[in-house]
């Protein structure tokens, strides 16, 4: 379901030394990025009325304000990906996912909505729309024939992956949730992007609170094994309060 990481991804070990020299240069101690799988829930999101008209997302805004800046995520994306948590706290309590997975899976896809220049407005909305390459079956790319006449994906030929969680039409078509209260599911909207991904992973993966549970739902979300740890090594920052 999400083609577009390779377009853009700093390789990892550029951004490591690149962290590494922003802390030696700063004189401050680097933080240890924990190991192991599943990664950590991060900071507790606090409890809200995940019912509450409107955008309900906008509970969470000194949550989210209060990290934002450290993690280098937008409030509104950090708010999104706390409210797809706390959704799936209270509707699903045994699955377990935390809001730094979600996070994790978003800036590998899109950069948390600002791939290419784009960004995330105050309703959650992503604009310009992101999409990924045509899933032709070119080198590294599954070939998927257009399966909604290029409505949702701009594409009447191939399928593409959209949004910045890149969902690709037929799966958003199964799983796609309304979560701003705008009474439209939307995969450019990064509140119902983040929540159906919540959604599809505890369905993939049953209990992400373990390494097997976690690794399941991941590997259902895009069949790689970089990718998995990409998320992992992303996740797993945030978790402990800082960037990747």
Known sequence: MNRIRSAFLVPAAVAVACAALVAACSGEPRIAIPQGIPPGPGSAVPPIDIEALGRSA??????????????GISVTALEAYGYAAAVMTQSRPECGIGWTTVAGIASVESRHGTYRGSSVAPTGDVSPQIRGIPLDGGPGVAEIADTDGGEMDGDPVHDRAMGPLQF???????????ANGDGIADPDNIDDAALTAARYLCARGGDLSTAEGWQRALMAYNLSGEYLMD???????????TRP
Do not use: F, H, M, N
């Open 58 to 71: 906008d509970q969470l805004r000194d949550w989210a304000a209060g990290q934002s800046d450290t993690l």
């Open 168 to 178: 690709i039409p037929e799966t958003w078509k199964r799983w796609g949730v309304d």
């Open 231 to 241: 998320v992992r090594d992303r996740a797993a920052a945030y978790s402990v309060g």
